[in-house]
Every structure is written in C-alpha cells, then in structure tokens.
C-alpha cells in the first residue's frame, strides 16, 4: 500500500468517527437534564433561559425615571464677595496698595455658591401693659392668638415636628435628636407626642372626610399590612379609591375594625381585597 493510500484510508476512518461522535453526543443530549433554578439549588439569575416575567409595560422613558435639575444662577445673589488680585505673578508688584489709577480691574468671570445658614432659635417676648382710662377703668393688653402659656415653641418648630414625623416617618428619638443638633433647640419627646397629638385632633374633620369618601365610593381597595409596636404586633388596614386613602391603624385583624369604622359597611361598593374573612364580613355590592 502506497502512501497515498494509507492518507486517504485513515482520513476515511476519521471521517466514520467524526459522525459516530456527533452520533453519540445527540444520544446522549436525550439523558441530559440542564441545571436550572427549578430542579437545583443555583440561583434564578444563572437561568441562562430565563425570560423576564415582569407585567410592567415596557416604557419609552429614559433609565432612572426622574427628570434632570440643572442648577441655575441667580440674578439677584444675597451676597457678592469681589476678589481682587494682591500682586503680580510675573514681577511681584503689589496691587492692594497702589493708588495708580492704571490699575484697573475688570470682572473676568463669576460663580454662586448656593447654601442654607446655620439654624438657630429666635426667641419673642411679647409684654401686655395696661392702663387707666380717664372713665376709671384699668385696660390691658391682650397675648396674640396662640400665645397661651408663659413659655412655648413657635409655630415653625410645631409644622416642622409634624412633616418629619408624619411625612419623613422620623421617630421621636432621631426626631428629638435632630432638633438637638440642627436646630439647636431642646425639646422633649413628651412635647413632641403632644404637638402631633395636637395637631391630630384639628385634623380630624379632615379625616372623618376621607372616610366619607370612601363610603360613597363605587370602587374600593382594601388591605391591612402588619407592623411592630414596641415588640407587639398592630395591624394598617387601608381603603382606597381613585382620589383618597383612609388608613386605621389598630391592634386587631378582626372584623370588628371594620365595624368601628364602617358600621355600615360599603353597601354600594365593589370592593377589592384579598378576600380575608373579615373583610368578606362585611356589607359591600360585591366582592373582587
């Protein structure tokens, strides 16, 4: 045998096992499992398979959501530091002292500085005085409104109080700790729990509104959420329709909540929840 010959018989023999290998792999492939989230311990984010099951409808916005703030100068600035030159670079001639009128500055350029002062208390003192009318009548004085006590905090620490604490959810704690070392005013978490409860019982009309809203409602949404109260566990139930929310917080996942808040029920409402028993208790249109 040539050769030649002997080439192309092992290249024929190599051509047989190319095949029988492709042959075996596509065999084999039937007893194959590929790892997934689904049937191994890895986890979902190696699912190379894997397709987005999110029901968000894809948006044209730009990533992030938030559209950009671009800081703009101010035409009338609070203050204006002039910086002038003290001496030359080049030959080290003063220019602080020199009354030759050949110095003359130009403005080359400027750029603001935005910033907030330092937060220190004001104190008012209001005085009544009295006098005696020619009649023989004394006639005092009267404190504005609002001026009760011999000392108290202003109206502007009170609405700060309540946004940090009602909107911001600060506790009392950081709350009082903030006063402390921002503002430089010293108040008591005592003061602060009446200034909310204050502040509460003004808003009450307000929510007893919310609440009517809700009772008119021909579409409402409801859920209550658990939380912890000083190692107890309390309950949010909320209603929702298009316009308002009506939160109760409370200590029962009971109907009786409901009933307390809704003696009536939703007769004329379709309301949705997650079909809680209590929630089902009580008088609605339907139930979602």
């Given at each position: ?17 190319l ?22 311990h ?22 992030g ?19 002038y ?35 220190f ?16 009548h ?13 000392i ?15 909107y ?25 729990e009446?200034i ?35 190692g ?9 329709n ?27 409402t ?19």
């Amino acid at each position: 045998m040539t050769d030649q010959e002997k080439i192309q018989d092992l290249e024929g023999k190599i051509a047989l096992a190319l095949t029988r290998i492709t042959e075996l792999e596509s065999f084999l492939l039937k007893f194959t499992t590929t790892k997934t989230s689904n049937n191994s311990h890895i986890p979902p984010s190696v699912d190379l398979s894997r397709k987005n099951q999110s029901l968000r409808e894809k948006s044209d916005k730009p990533v992030g959501g938030h559209q950009g703030y671009n800081l703009k100068m101010s035409s009338t600035p609070d203050q204006i530091e002039k910086i002038y030159p003290n001496f030359c670079n080049v030959c080290g001639e003063s220019l602080t002292d020199s009354t030759d009128s050949a110095f003359r500055f130009d403005l080359l350029s400027v750029r603001q500085v935005i910033d907030i002062p330092l937060i220190f208390p004001t104190t008012t003192e209001f005085q009544c005085f009295g006098t005696k009318c020619i009649c023989g009548h004394h006639q005092k004085s009267s404190f504005p409104q609002g001026v009760d006590n011999h000392i108290q905090y202003g109206k502007n620490i009170q609405s700060l109080a309540i946004y940090q604490n009602c909107y911001q959810f600060l506790p009392f704690a950081r709350l009082q700790d903030f006063f402390q070392k921002i503002c430089h005013v010293a108040i008591s978490k005592g003061t602060i729990e009446n200034i909310i409860r204050r502040t509460a019982q003004k808003a009450q009309p307000v929510y007893e509104q919310l609440q009517q809203a809700i009772v008119v409602s021909f579409f409402v949404g409801s859920d209550e959420t658990g939380f912890k109260l000083k190692g107890s566990k309390g309950w949010f139930w909320v209603w929702q329709n298009a316009f308002v929310t009506y939160i109760v917080a409370a200590c029962s996942r009971s109907k009786e909540v409901i009933k307390e808040h809704f003696p009536e029920g939703l007769p004329n409402t379709i309301l949705c929840s997650d079909r809680l028993a209590a929630q089902l208790s009580q008088k609605a249109l339907k139930f979602v």
